[in-house]
Each structure stands twice: as structure tokens, then as C-alpha cells.
């Protein structure tokens, strides 16, 4: 697949994930609710964990039929990344879902609260790229 038909294919797969995990199960397909749920809740969680297995799966096949892996070269080291992992579970659970679950499930929804929490995480990922290029020179 061409580098543009490539992420087009890929939002168009989560898009009717989303939407097909709504309409056939009423279940919002938002990852940090349906991984908190399978740790929190005993019963019912056949089709969460189906659900994680697939995702975890499916994603390392398809991209290594599709594309060559980029290399993943970090200087944090391992401290800053334990830190940075934990403080993205704080705010998942301060903000009352993540990224993908309220951009892609909520605002599909037409949720206020996604709204809000989606204007938040670009408006804070433009202001984080601005100052760290232009002013910490980053």
C-alpha cells in the first residue's frame, strides 16, 4: 500500500471498529476503560479480553506485512520512561479516558466532556511543541 493509502486504511478500520463495537454491543471502545475494566471487573470479560488479544496481536502482523518497522531509539532512559508511563495513567484516569476513547469514540458521540478533553489534549500538544522549538530550542 502507498505511504498515503497506508493511514487512510487504518482510520478507516478504527472508525468502523468503533462504530461496530457500539452498534453491536452497545460498548464504547475507548482502550484505557475496557483494560481497567478487565482488571477491576471478574465477570463478562470474554469479549475484553478477546478484544486486548486482538489489539495486541493484529497490530504487529499487519504493520510487519505492510510496512518496515522504524527503529525505536530513546535517550530517557529507563527511570524517565517508568515516570512518564505512570504520569500518562494519572492523567488517563484524571481525565476520564484517553486519547483514542475520546477522540475517536466520543467525539463520534457527540460528547461534551470528549469535546473538551480532545481541545485540551491538541491545545496541549501545540503550546508543549511551540514552547520546547521555539523557546527551549528543543
Known amino acids: 500500500m502507498s505511504g498515503l493509502l497506508l493511514p487512510l ?3 478507516a478500520l478504527i472508525g468502523i471498529s468503533s462504530f461496530a463495537m457500539l452498534a453491536l454491543l452497545g460498548r464504547i471502545t475507548g482502550i ?3 483494560v481497567g475494566s478487565v482488571l477491576t471487573t471478574r465477570d463478562g470479560n470474554g469479549w ?3 478484544f486486548l488479544a486482538g489489539l495486541l496481536l493484529a497490530q504487529p502482523m499487519f504493520y510487519g506485512l ?3 518497522p522504524p527503529p ?3 535517550d530517557a532512559g529507563m527511570l524517565l520512561t517508568v515516570i512518564a508511563g505512570l504520569l500518562v495513567g ?3 484516569r484524571l481525565g476520564g479516558g484517553c486519547t483514542s476513547g475520546h477522540g475517536v469514540c466520543g467525539i463520534g458521540r457527540l460528547a461534551p466532556r470528549s469535546l ?3 481541545a485540551t489534549f491538541i491545545g496541549t500538544g501545540m503550546l508543549t511543541v511551540f ?3 521555539h523557546l527551549v530550542g528543543a
Do not use: H, K, N
Open 116 to 118: 473538551a478533553a480532545t
Open 90 to 92: 494519572f492523567g488517563t
Open 9 to 11: 486504511f487504518g482510520g
Open 48 to 50: 475484553r479480553w478477546a
Open 32 to 34: 484505557s476503560g475496557i
Open 72 to 74: 525505536l531509539p530513546s
Open 131 to 133: 514552547i520546547m522549538r
Open 66 to 68: 505492510t510496512a518496515t
